[in-house]
């Protein structure tokens, strides 16, 4: 079974650019969640889908940070414009379900913002 | 509102050492408890879960017990490996608002010299 897949793996910008993270779910996984993981630091949630859905968006810096999940299949997360604390890996995970324990993480991205 | 709190780290240890890892939480009604395990260039992958009060999970020779009175789920292993050598987070979940929250520590680097 393939796993999550995310791209880029590394990112380099300058503050200000703007920057999109793309992930893959595991096939046949309904929920998807964008996380963001700064150095030294947990994961923190930043967005959860549903299918193509919003269920939780709360964590989200809506004033520069966007997702979508086209088809219920494919996300991609962008920042515009980037700030410098906004350098951190940015991790997707996907599960089977909303109410289950095992969430399925890829290898994340690592976004350095100078 | 939920925490986790790690002992921090890094922490080395020799081949064959007893591994012994703390985390506490802080939520209100009962958790699912798990440590997750982030292995060099990976992501995140579930090693262990416990959903209910003096639960033991366990899984490649680590375990935990969900321990309600003192608010604790401490990983142990009796004999750690050179392939133990990883990142490891403890969380939480609970389900809220009709979806379900994972909550991380800040996690232990941990390194297992030959």
């Known amino acids: 079974e393939a796993g999550v897949a995310q791209s880029p793996r590394y990112k380099i910008i300058e503050k200000r650019q703007s920057v999109a993270f793309w992930c893959n779910p595991i096939?046949?996984?309904?929920?998807l969640y964008w996380y963001q993981q700064i150095l030294g630091q947990g994961p923190k949630l930043l967005i959860q889908?549903?299918?193509?859905?919003?269920?939780?968006d709360s964590q989200l810096p809506k004033d520069r940070f966007s997702a979508e999940r086209l088809k219920g299949v494919d996300s991609t997360l962008k920042i515009q414009p980037a700030k410098l604390e906004d350098s951190a890996v940015y991790l997707c995970?996907?599960?089977?379900?909303?109410?289950?324990?095992?969430?399925?993480f890829g290898p994340g991205t690592r976004l350095t913002v100078t | 509102g939920d925490s986790v709190t790690q002992m921090e780290g890094p922490v080395t240890l020799s081949e064959e050492a007893f591994l012994t890892i703390n985390c506490t939480y802080t939520?209100?009604?009962?958790?699912?408890l798990f440590w997750y395990v982030q292995y060099p260039g990976e992501g995140l992958q579930l090693l262990l879960k416990a959903t209910k009060a003096d639960d033991k999970g366990s899984n490649k020779g680590f375990e935990a017990t969900y321990r309600k009175e003192t608010t604790s789920f401490h990983l142990e292993k009796g004999s750690v490996q050179v392939s133990d050598s990883a990142v490891y987070f403890c969380a939480l979940s609970r389900t809220q608002g009709g979806s379900e929250k994972l909550v991380f520590g800040k996690g232990m680097k941990l390194t297992v010299n030959p």
């Open positions: 096939s046949g996984h309904a929920t």
């Open positions: 939520a209100t009604g009962y958790p699912s």
């Open positions: 889908f549903q299918n193509n859905g919003v269920v939780d």
């Open positions: 995970a996907s599960s089977l379900a909303r109410l289950t324990y095992e969430q399925y």
